[in-house]
């Protein structure tokens, strides 16, 4: 187990150093990401003030309330973006090329490899962007910062981070028992886009069961939001800690059945 | 005597595919209710093959040869069957074994393209977990067998074919495999690269005592290679033997192809049982017995050509003899 995750350490490190030298073959792939997440980052904001100087309120939180839950929200895409998700996405297309035949004939976990061989330091601007907004959100809500709180807040992202790229692989893994992934990726789009600029606390009836047990993008920002304003109860930590267990087995079965059901394709 | 790596027993493969109707109507009626035919790739094979062994798998398109690689390989899981590799069951995937052999695939590339083949070692070493000392060794020693000192620093992308399939087999012979699958590693590169690689190929046989398994379209490349030879078709085992005995009883003639400077060459031949297969303005194709193919030859080379090559039969052709002749006593 030990020699196994420093193994993996060093794979890891490796996959970072090829991904940076070919990052820096073309300049513009390297810089682009800079320009394009930055972008992306102030159209967010100006939505959101645009949002906010019509509105007081959106559920039971106010402003300070919704630029923290913003920025944490930010935050999770921006890990997202910058770890995994250009590695996952992928992951469809290398079953359906059959190029994920190679992958099956390494020594190293291939959802590993796969996960972690695309990450993208272009995104890193955009963590710190995000951790801008949340101490910005702190202030306005004038929060008396204690280390309970501070540990609490980054158990819940983290956790929650795991939680974002589980419901991403859950999504993916499709690919390894169907030929046509009928763009199902597009559901996920239109829940974190959705869930980006509507708390969990705002969302009722069937949008609540939808967005918090069947796509968990309504509360992958609302708990840590929630552990840091004093608003999580005992009932609602369990349930965020049971659904991040849940989809922990669910990704671990459907991709391990789906290697087992692999057919590759013709050559 | 050698220990056996492989051994397959009544190895099934079977897919399941969709059989759509034709025209728009079949294609909705496609829709809630659909027809499956099962399609076997992989038809009751079995196979054992001893370490160091050299093996040629041959079979035309569609035949099940890389579906049979995929198999040993464990990239894919069997229907049925026993199948045994070095010990392991390959689709457990378990990393103790996939350390043991290596494939390389003519048509999917596992180096970066836009990256150096220094840097794609790098990453391979610790996947292996290869030592910093043997790594050293091991990539000088194939740098220099394969003669690509100045290509080691050199885009993947800029190399030609045969320049890359060299990296490509640095790449996977690396960790010193027990087994290097080969599927098709000649495919499109020219006659020169071609021969360079069987030459490599011979002394990593050789030298390292490294199993291959060789599928090729070129019968060259399994005539120059491999002692022994498997014919597939339609997922079954048709032939396996020596590859010289193959060729003596199943190869009985020889292509030959003539250019010409001057067009329409007026070509009168004396050689018993050579037939004009091709005539365009600059060109001849002959087909020929093996036998009469010197005869043929020693007459062309009175003529005076521009190139004269001779091509081995192909495949499909060798495949149907043998079916012609009955293949049980000899799979």
């Given at each position: 187990?030990?020699?196994?995750?420093?193994?993996?350490?060093?794979?890891?490190?490796?996959?970072?150093?090829?991904?940076?030298?070919?990052?820096?073959?073309?300049?513009?792939?390297?810089f682009?990401?800079?320009?394009?997440?930055?972008?992306?980052?102030?159209?967010?904001?100006?939505?959101?003030?645009a949002?906010?100087?019509?509105?007081?309120?959106?559920?039971?939180?106010?402003?300070?309330?919704m630029?923290?839950?913003?920025?944490?929200?930010?935050?999770?895409?921006?890990?997202?973006?910058?770890?995994?998700?250009f590695?996952?996405?992928?992951?469809?297309?290398?079953?359906?090329?059959?190029?994920?035949?190679?992958?099956?004939?390494?020594?190293?976990?291939?959802?590993?490899?796969?996960?972690f061989e695309?990450?993208?330091?272009?995104?890193?601007?955009?963590?710190?962007?995000?951790?801008?907004?949340i101490?910005y959100?702190?202030?306005?809500?004038?929060?008396?910062?204690?280390?309970?709180?501070?540990?609490?807040?980054?158990?819940?992202?983290?956790?929650?981070?795991?939680l974002?790229?589980?419901?991403?692989?859950?999504?993916?893994?499709?690919?390894?028992?169907?030929?046509?992934?009928?763009?199902?990726?597009?559901?996920e789009?239109?829940?974190i886009?959705?869930?980006m600029?509507?708390?969990?606390?705002?969302?009722?009836?069937?949008?609540?069961v939808?967005?918090?047990?069947?796509?968990?993008?309504g509360?992958?920002?609302?708990?840590?939001?929630?552990?840091?304003?004093?608003?999580?109860?005992?009932?609602?930590?369990?349930?965020?800690?049971?659904?991040?267990?849940?989809?922990?087995?669910?990704?671990?079965?459907?991709?391990?059945?789906?290697?087992?059901?692999?057919?590759?394709?013709?050559? | 005597?050698?220990?056996?790596?492989?051994?397959?027993?009544?190895?099934?493969?079977?897919?399941?595919?969709?059989?759509?109707?034709?025209?728009?109507?079949?294609?909705?009626?496609?829709?809630?209710k659909?027809?499956?035919e099962?399609?076997?790739?992989?038809?009751?094979?079995?196979?054992s093959?001893?370490?160091?062994?050299?093996?040629?798998?041959?079979?035309?398109?569609?035949?099940?040869?890389?579906?049979?690689?995929?198999?040993?390989t464990?990239?894919?899981?069997?229907?049925?069957?026993?199948?045994?590799v070095?010990?392991?069951?390959?689709?457990?995937?378990?990393?103790?074994?996939?350390?043991?052999?290596?494939?390389?695939?003519?048509?999917?590339?596992?180096?970066?393209?836009?990256?150096?083949?220094?840097?794609?070692?790098?990453?391979?070493?610790?996947?292996?977990?290869?030592?910093?000392?043997?790594?050293?060794?091991?990539?000088?020693?194939?740098?220099?067998?394969?003669?690509?000192?100045?290509?080691?620093?050199?885009?993947?992308r800029?190399?030609?074919?045969?320049?890359?399939?060299?990296?490509?087999?640095?790449?996977?012979?690396?960790?010193?495999?027990?087994?290097?699958?080969?599927?098709?590693?000649?495919?499109?590169?020219?006659?020169?690269?071609?021969?360079?690689?069987?030459?490599?190929l011979?002394?990593?046989n050789?030298?390292?005592g490294?199993?291959?398994?060789l599928?090729?379209?070129?019968?060259?490349?399994?005539?120059?290679?491999?002692?022994?030879?498997?014919?597939?078709?339609?997922?079954?085992?048709?032939?396996?033997?020596?590859?010289q005995?193959?060729?003596?009883?199943?190869?009985?003639n020889?292509?030959?192809?003539?250019?010409?400077?001057?067009?329409?060459?007026?070509?009168?031949?004396?050689?018993?049982?050579?037939?004009?297969?091709?005539?365009?303005?600059h060109?001849?194709?002959?087909?020929?017995?093996?036998?009469?193919?010197?005869?043929?030859?020693?007459?062309?080379?009175e003529?005076?050509?521009?190139?004269?090559?001779?091509?081995?039969?192909e495949?499909?052709?060798?495949?149907?003899?043998?079916?012609?002749?009955?293949?049980?006593?000899?799979?």
């Amino acid at each position: 187990m030990k020699n196994n995750i420093k193994k993996n350490l060093r794979v890891l490190r490796e996959l970072f150093y090829l991904r940076v030298h070919g990052l820096t073959v073309f300049r513009l792939d390297f810089f682009g990401p800079f320009l394009v997440d930055g972008s992306l980052f102030v159209i967010q904001l100006l939505a959101f003030e645009a949002v906010y100087a019509n509105v007081d309120t959106i559920g039971t939180w106010g402003k300070g309330e919704m630029i923290l839950y913003l920025g944490t929200f930010s935050l999770l895409n921006a890990v997202n973006m910058t770890i995994y998700f250009f590695g996952v996405n992928n992951i469809p297309y290398k079953v359906r090329s059959g190029e994920f035949d190679l992958y099956l004939s390494k020594p190293v976990s291939p959802l590993f490899h796969l996960t972690f061989e695309n990450i993208s330091p272009g995104s890193v601007p955009l963590i710190i962007m995000s951790l801008c907004m949340i101490t910005y959100g702190i202030r306005i809500l004038q929060i008396q910062l204690t280390l309970t709180a501070i540990f609490s807040y980054v158990f819940w992202t983290a956790i929650m981070a795991v939680l974002y790229y589980e419901v991403e692989m859950v999504i993916r893994s499709f690919s390894l028992y169907l030929v046509s992934m009928a763009r199902m990726e597009q559901i996920e789009e239109a829940g974190i886009d959705l869930c980006m600029k509507v708390p969990g606390t705002a969302l009722y009836g069937i949008y609540k069961v939808i967005f918090y047990l069947i796509l968990p993008y309504g509360i992958m920002a609302t708990l840590p939001v929630q552990s840091m304003i004093g608003e999580m109860n005992t009932q609602t930590a369990v349930y965020g800690t049971g659904t991040v267990l849940l989809f922990s087995l669910v990704t671990a079965a459907l991709w391990k059945q789906g290697l087992k059901h692999y057919n590759s394709t013709s050559s | 005597m050698k220990r056996t790596v492989i051994e397959t027993n009544h190895l099934v493969k079977t897919y399941r595919r969709y059989k759509k109707k034709e025209g728009i109507r079949g294609s909705l009626t496609g829709l809630w209710k659909r027809e499956y035919e099962e399609k076997t790739a992989i038809s009751q094979i079995d196979l054992s093959i001893s370490e160091g062994e050299f093996i040629g798998l041959i079979g035309p398109n569609g035949a099940g040869k890389t579906t049979l690689i995929k198999m040993l390989t464990g990239i894919i899981a069997p229907t049925q069957g026993h199948l045994d590799v070095l010990g392991y069951y390959p689709n457990d995937l378990k990393n103790e074994f996939k350390k043991q052999y290596a494939v390389v695939m003519g048509q999917k590339s596992q180096l970066f393209f836009e990256l150096t083949l220094n840097d794609t070692l790098r990453l391979f070493k610790e996947i292996y977990e290869i030592s910093e000392e043997d790594f050293q060794k091991n990539k000088n020693y194939f740098v220099k067998l394969f003669g690509v000192e100045d290509l080691m620093d050199v885009q993947v992308r800029t190399l030609s074919l045969g320049e890359r399939m060299k990296m490509e087999l640095i790449a996977a012979l690396l960790h010193n495999p027990k087994i290097l699958f080969l599927d098709e590693p000649t495919i499109g590169l020219d006659a020169v690269a071609s021969k360079q690689i069987r030459k490599f190929l011979k002394e990593i046989n050789q030298k390292n005592g490294t199993t291959i398994i060789l599928t090729s379209h070129y019968m060259e490349d399994i005539k120059a290679l491999c002692k022994r030879t498997v014919v597939v078709n339609h997922g079954s085992k048709i032939y396996d033997g020596e590859t010289q005995e193959l060729f003596n009883r199943y190869q009985k003639n020889k292509k030959i192809i003539v250019t010409f400077d001057e067009q329409d060459m007026d070509i009168t031949l004396k050689t018993p049982n050579a037939v004009l297969l091709e005539n365009t303005l600059h060109k001849k194709i002959y087909k020929v017995s093996k036998r009469s193919a010197k005869d043929l030859l020693a007459e062309l080379m009175e003529y005076d050509t521009k190139d004269i090559a001779v091509e081995e039969e192909e495949i499909g052709v060798i495949v149907e003899r043998i079916y012609q002749e009955g293949s049980a006593c000899h799979a």
